[in-house]
């Protein structure tokens, strides 16, 4: 009699749930927002095992994650924007599989899914251009959104698109989650580089957790390695290692010389670096950082294609992004003789700082008065039930972040201005100043203040040496 009671009432308890699931999932259907609906072969989790670094090395991640073959649609009420059709290897469906690395930690995972055939899920209109298999599910994120959207007003060569989604894993509901493209070679929409010549590698802290990886001249030790986006570990050859390894030490050597400007592209150098410091990130070994060279041409640069990877951010207040100070590239391109970089970077923050910050919450104050925006708030109910957490609002979310920006301009511009001189005065060749007459950071004369004033010379916006001090233009 007591079994019977007991299995009636795990039946009932399964029934209700049952229910409540899908209560659940039709209002998440109808909350104006595209779902993602995604059903594996066999109802299979993608799983994966968690491990450590190795002695001397740095990071915790994952390995041995399952790729399960599976089906998915997106929709909209009642619109099915895309079918992805069954799983056929190559032919149509996907896989899906658990990524990251501390952030796979969570309970919430980031996912990466494998089309079988090329498409683009953003839907932008032009799939020939767009088109690819790669794409990211990551947990939604306002830093993150700030983060790309500084690096598109930055002029990075490539700024990962994203869709915020609902997402739901054999109808059961995952939670709030950015669809997003990889950070991948394609040229037409992402990384722009020659399919057979180009690279796109990443200076990893998680070396140790891939198969394939190199030593520079400068990272021979066991906390950073270079691992590969392009050519693709599984494809790349003994004969690719070789030639990339050799284009990397080739520019280390340069920072070392001061000969940097004949190996890599310093516009994006130093827009990477201001990025950073404008974010206030605090770390270190997982701030991606990306390196990619178009083809073999020697006239073609090293280039960073993009910022990625915000968790950090608004972590340093009132001091300078953690890569500013600690990144052995950037240390070498700060103390160089060579101003080229270091000029690069001042000149950009003279003249693009108030324009990025204006437009930087121009673009956050708007953001929460979208309809994309609405139907998330409402999601973000269901995400924390689903996730057992009480949390701010994503509107308050986003409010932080932009008073994290208005204090971040204050203490920047101060920052920039007391930079020391002694960066700048090589480029005079240890010339002293002794009258009135104004210099570039490079040396060159632009002329004699009148009266002393700088201002009366009518210069273009930068930054000047006078009396062997820096001088800012606005």
Not at 22 to 47: A, C, F, M, R, Y
Not at 380 to 404: G, I, M, S
Request: charge should be negative; include cysteine.
């Amino acid at each position: 009699m007591k079994k019977s009671l007991c299995f009636f009432i795990m039946i009932l308890v399964a029934i209700t749930n049952a229910a409540q699931t899908e209560d659940v999932n039709k209002t998440i259907h109808g909350l104006s927002l595209p779902v993602l609906n995604i059903w594996t072969i066999h109802q299979e989790e993608p799983t994966c095992e968690y491990v450590t670094h190795p002695q001397g090395s740095m990071g915790k991640s994952i390995t041995n994650a399952t790729k399960v073959p599976a089906s998915m649609s997106i929709t909209l009420g009642d619109d099915i924007l895309f079918d992805s059709g069954e799983y056929q290897q190559e032919i149509s469906g996907l896989t899906i599989k658990i990524r990251g690395n501390t952030s796979a930690y969570y309970d919430k995972k980031p996912y990466k899914l494998s089309l079988q055939k090329k498409h683009d899920l953003l839907r932008r209109g032009n799939d020939n251009i767009y088109k690819d298999k790669q794409w990211l599910l990551l947990p939604i994120n306002p830093c993150t959104m700030t983060g790309l959207k500084l690096n598109e007003l930055l002029g990075m060569p490539y700024t990962p698109k994203y869709q915020i989604v609902n997402v739901l894993i054999n109808d059961n509901y995952r939670g709030l989650y950015m669809l997003m493209e990889s950070v991948k070679r394609n040229s037409s929409c992402r990384v722009n580089i020659d399919q057979s010549n180009g690279f796109l590698v990443e200076l990893d802290p998680y070396w140790w957790n891939e198969d394939i990886y190199f030593d520079t001249s400068m990272h021979n030790d066991s906390k950073y390695k270079y691992t590969f986006k392009h050519p693709d570990s599984d494809d790349v050859t003994n004969e690719q290692i070789v030639s990339i390894q050799k284009e990397l030490n080739k520019m280390e050597a340069s920072l070392q010389n001061g000969n940097y400007n004949d190996c890599i592209d310093v516009a994006t150098f130093a827009k990477w670096l201001l990025g950073h410091d404008i974010l206030g990130t605090q770390d270190m070994g997982g701030s991606n950082r990306f390196y990619a060279k178009y083809d073999k041409n020697a006239t073609n640069k090293i280039f960073i294609p993009c910022m990625w990877d915000f968790d950090t951010m608004a972590k340093t207040k009132d001091q300078w992004a953690m890569v500013h100070n600690n990144d052995e590239y950037y240390q070498l391109l700060i103390q160089s003789s060579q101003t080229d970089f270091i000029k690069m970077y001042t000149d950009l923050w003279v003249q693009q700082s108030d324009r990025i910050f204006q437009q930087m919450d121009s673009y956050l104050e708007n953001l929460v008065t979208t309809d994309e925006w609405a139907a998330a708030e409402k999601s973000l109910f269901f995400d924390q039930e689903r996730w057992n957490y009480t949390d701010c609002t994503l509107a308050e979310d986003v409010e932080t972040v932009r008073k994290w920006l208005k204090e971040r301009q204050i203490w920047m511009t101060s920052a920039m201005e007391n930079m020391q001189t002694s960066i700048y005065v090589v480029a005079l060749d240890k010339k002293q100043i002794t009258n009135d007459e104004v210099y570039t950071l490079q040396g060159t004369s632009v002329g004699v203040c009148k009266d002393g004033k700088i201002e009366n010379l009518q210069l273009p916006k930068g930054i000047y040496i006078l009396h062997n001090k820096k001088v800012v233009v606005k």
